[in-house]
């Protein structure tokens, strides 16, 4: 039996964001939030480590809050580092006159690109076709190695998720969003 854990990151080390921005500056918070690591209180529970002390491939992307977050469950393991996991752009548009706060823009921009009306960083497309990759690279490493962790990000998890699914692999539909929780999904060999 193969297995394959699709886990979000920890907790992110973000600055403090909250005063109000205009879309303009929206970018600059992305670029902010990309560059994060892992926050110093953000820690998996025991039994979570326990559960991956066995697992021989550990996959993340090259944003600072993946990596770090691999190298806390990684024991003795190399991690295999792929931009191709990264999480999906966030698009956004220049709105006028508006002063928001980030995750208020982030909201936005999100039902907006969701409802079809931005898609030039982005799109549907491209993700789905993003996670296609993923998940065939997926399951060439549990081929491999027969149990591969790959920690991610929330949107990019769920485009893999759903590709997994559509290749036989049997687990949730969705995986968790929040940090360090994750999901299982089965196949046998073949």
């Not at 990596?67 to 792929?82: F, G, K, P, Y």
């Not at 928001?100 to 076709?129: D, M, N, V």
């Not at 997926?138 to 920690?151: C, I, S, Y």
């Not at 539909?173 to 196949?187: C, D, H, L, T």
Request: proline letters at 5%.
């Amino acid at each position: 039996m193969m297995e394959i854990t699709i886990m979000r990151h920890g907790e992110p080390d973000v600055p403090e964001l909250n005063g109000k921005i205009k879309a303009s500056e929206f970018q600059d918070c992305l670029d902010i939030y990309n560059c994060c690591g892992l926050s110093g209180r953000s820690r998996p529970d025991d039994a979570v480590l326990n559960y991956f002390k066995d697992h021989e491939a550990i996959v993340a992307s090259d944003f600072k809050r993946s990596l770090e977050s691999a190298s806390v469950l990684s024991h003795r393991n190399s991690i295999i580092v792929d931009p191709i996991f990264r999480e999906v752009e966030r698009p956004y548009v220049r709105i006028p006159f508006f002063r928001l706060r980030p995750r208020t823009w982030s909201h936005i921009y999100i039902l907006l690109w969701f409802c079809g009306f931005l898609g030039s960083q982005s799109s549907f497309k491209e993700a789905k076709s993003r996670a296609k990759h993923c998940a065939t690279k997926l399951t060439q490493l549990a081929e491999e190695h027969g149990k591969v962790l790959v920690v991610g990000h929330g949107f990019i998890n769920a485009y893999i998720a759903k590709e997994l699914r559509s290749l036989g692999w049997n687990g949730p539909g969705i995986p968790s969003k929040r940090y360090w929780e994750f999901a299982v999904y089965r196949k046998d060999a073949t």
